[in-house]
């Protein structure tokens, strides 16, 4: 049950850590074609920039990733104990 309780929670706080990431990477991308009568050049606008990130979401997103890794090194350790448990139990 430890084990899998485990493994629930690491897949929780990755898609936190996902979520966080994705929302503060927003980006706006458009561009304008001229038409097709004139020779086939298309014009770029250039990209908004993101908003600078503010200290506290650049906080919650490292200790969002930095939760996400422990879990999964948690995770793994749980289950490399569990398969040396059965290893151990099957001599």
């Known amino acids: 049950m430890m084990n899998k309780t485990m493994i629930l ?4 706080l ?5 979520a966080a990431g994705l929302m503060s990477q927003v980006r ?5 074609v001229v038409p097709v009568s004139a ?5 770029i606008e250039p990209v908004a920039e993101a908003p600078p990130m503010s200290r506290r979401e650049r ?10 890794i ?13 398969a ?5 139990a099957s001599r």
């Open 14 to 18: 990755a898609s936190v850590a996902a």
């Open 70 to 82: 422990t879990a999964e090194a948690t995770a793994r350790a749980a289950l490399a104990r569990k």
């Open 9 to 12: 929670v690491a897949v929780s």
């Open 84 to 88: 040396a448990e059965r290893d151990t």
């Open 39 to 43: 020779p086939a050049v298309v014009q």
């Open 28 to 32: 706006v991308a458009s561009a304008a």
């Open 59 to 68: 906080m919650v997103r490292i200790v969002a990733e930095q939760a996400a």
